[in-house]
């Protein structure tokens, strides 16, 4: 089979490995030297959990050979505990997530529709650089409506649920066929609201989006870009604390942009970690959010962790020193 241009090389091999029980997937890992003192609990959680799911948790935790093998007192409690703090990470950045996406589709709703005063400016294809892009995403708006027309109906107005505004709209208005820019940017993942940012043809208007977030256009292009990224992995309640997410935030050159003080606070070797992406919340968060307690509350969390879990997101162990955090935290 010919392979589409740009992929990488597929493997050689053919996955032949069984599917095992609960009971023989704890003897693997209690065969490795993991701890178990309540097989019917680790059970239990390996149930609801999955095996694959929890098995990333336990590398940290392993000799570094190839047979997988567990270092000396390792419990499966310590595994437990690492998932769990991830969870809880996950959650906490999915909180920042929110409030940033809904800024920055408010951001370019509101400067779009009242500069060109028109609430449905994205209909017109000279506001975007790529007009092919600007049809893909005239296509996904409409494939929305489509497939909320094809729906039960939402419940009228006398019953305590109440229809959506996109389903008032469509059910009420006959043109323009699409809704105006408020209802369209709901429509959007952060993916596809990052795809029509930077679509936008005239610098100006990035920058003027960019600037009610206390950003530059080129910082925002990025970070939304290693957004649509974070929020897959949260959504998807994949592994957060150090994964590897192939994009990054780029690091902010203007001194208008809230971000990191001290010359070393952020070291090349966290460049490539979670680190940077919760510095970039909070730097939005300063914008959009100044008296949240997002920064406390992140504190409070990874305060205590071993240093395993901060070297994994790339945080330096001072790191609650920096002028940056310092204010939002005490």
Not at 59 to 75: K, L, W
Not at 233 to 259: D, E, F, K, Q
Request: proline content about 7%.
């Amino acid at each position: 089979m010919a392979r589409s241009p740009g992929l990488r090389p597929r493997g050689s091999l053919t996955y032949a490995k069984p599917p095992l029980s609960l009971d023989k997937l704890l003897d693997r890992l209690s065969d490795r030297g993991l701890d178990i003192p309540d097989p019917q609990r680790s059970a239990r959680y390996l149930r609801h959990l999955g095996y694959y799911r929890l098995s990333p948790y336990t590398i940290p935790f392993q000799q570094g050979q190839s047979d997988h093998v567990f270092r000396e007192g390792t419990a499966f409690d310590d595994v437990l505990d690492l998932y769990v703090f991830d969870r809880a990470l996950r959650l906490l950045v999915m909180d920042a997530l929110e409030r940033v996406e809904v800024a920055v589709r408010a951001a370019m709703t509101d400067h779009m529709s009242t500069t060109y005063a028109d609430p449905h400016w994205y209909l017109d294809a000279r506001h975007f650089g790529n007009r092919g892009k600007h049809s893909g995403l005239l296509q996904i708006v409409r494939g929305t409506c489509d497939e909320r027309l094809r729906g039960t109906p939402d419940a009228g107005e006398d019953s305590l649920v109440h229809r959506s505004a996109l389903e008032h709209y469509l059910t009420t208005y006959a043109a323009p066929e699409l809704p105006p820019s408020w209802l369209m940017v709901e429509t959007l993942t952060i993916g596809q609201l990052a795809s029509a940012y930077r679509n936008l043809g005239r610098r100006a208007d990035r920058t003027a989006v960019a600037k009610s977030l206390g950003l530059t256009a080129p910082i925002l292009e990025s970070w939304l870009q290693t957004y649509a990224r974070v929020r897959n992995v949260c959504a998807h309640h994949g592994r957060l604390w150090n994964v590897g997410l192939g994009v990054y935030p780029a690091i902010p050159s203007s001194p208008t942009i809230s971000w990191l003080v001290g010359p070393d606070a952020l070291p090349e070797r966290s460049r490539k970690r979670l680190y940077p992406v919760l510095v970039s919340l909070q730097s939005v968060l300063d914008s959009v959010s100044p008296h949240s307690s997002w920064a406390r509350r992140l504190h409070d969390l990874i305060s205590a962790r071993p240093p395993m879990n901060l070297a994994g997101m790339g945080i330096p162990e001072q790191w609650a020193d920096e002028d940056f955090w310092r204010s939002h935290i005490v």
